[in-house]
C-alpha cells in the first residue's frame, strides 16, 4: 500500500508539473507579434514588418522577432543607398545636393553595416551591442538628412520610415533586455 502512495504521489506530481510547463509555454509567432506590437507606436507597420518572414514569423520568438525587424531595416537602407548612387548621377542636381548625396552615400552604407552588426550582436546574445549598433545606424539617417538641403527630397522620405523601422527594432531589443516583461515569454 505504501508502494502505491508513492507511485500515486509522483504521477500527481508529474502531472502539476507538466500542466505547469503546458501553461508557462512561450508565447510565439503571431500571439507574440500582436503582443510586442502593441507596445509601438507605428503597429500596422509593426506587424507587416514582423509577418514579413514566412519561414521565421509563423514560430518566432522575441530575438527572431528581433532579427526579422533588423533585417528589414537593413534592406530598407539598401534601398535608399541604391537610390542615392542613382540620385548622384544627376547632373542638373546643384552641386550641393551632389555633394550632400554623397556624404549621405557613406553615411548610409555604415548604417547598413550597423544593422548587420546588430544582427550578429543579437546571435550571440550581445543585446548591449545590438542597440549601441541600433543606435548608431540611427544616428547615420540624421546625418544623412542634413547632408542634403531641403527635406522634400526621396531620400528624406524615405527615412522617415527607415526611422521607424529601426525604432521597432529599438523596441523589441529592449524587450529582450528587460528581466521581465509586461507579458509572458
Known amino acids: 500500500m505504501e508502494d502505491m502512495r ?20 512561450e508565447t510565439k509567432g503571431k500571439n507574440l507579434i500582436k503582443k510586442v506590437c502593441t507596445m509601438v507606436p507605428n503597429r500596422d507597420l509593426c ?14 520568438d522575441l530575438k527572431d522577432l ?20 542613382m540620385l548622384i548621377d544627376d547632373d542638373n542636381l546643384d552641386p550641393d545636393v551632389q555633394q550632400g548625396l554623397a556624404d549621405c ?5 555604415d548604417a547598413e ?15 548591449s551591442d545590438a542597440q549601441i549598433w541600433l543606435k548608431a545606424a540611427l544616428a547615420a539617417i540624421d546625418t544623412c538628412d542634413a547632408s542634403i538641403p531641403g527635406d522634400d527630397d526621396i531620400l528624406s522620405v524615405k527615412s522617415v520610415v527607415f526611422r521607424k523601422l529601426c525604432n521597432i527594432a529599438i523596441a523589441i531589443n529592449g524587450l529582450l533586455n528587460k528581466p521581465s516583461l509586461p507579458f509572458k515569454v
Open 105 to 109: 552615400k557613406e553615411t548610409i552604407s
Open 66 to 85: 528581433a532579427i526579422i525587424s533588423l533585417r528589414v531595416a537593413a534592406n530598407n537602407a539598401s534601398g535608399i543607398l541604391e537610390d542615392t548612387k
Open 6 to 25: 508513492k507511485v500515486f504521489s509522483g504521477l500527481v506530481l508529474c502531472v502539476i508539473v507538466l500542466a505547469y510547463q503546458t501553461s508557462a509555454q
Open 47 to 60: 506587424v507587416n514588418v514582423l509577418s514579413s518572414d514566412p519561414e521565421q514569423s509563423p514560430n518566432a
Open 113 to 127: 553595416s550597423q544593422l548587420e552588426d546588430s544582427i550578429a550582436a543579437l546571435l550571440v546574445d550581445s543585446n
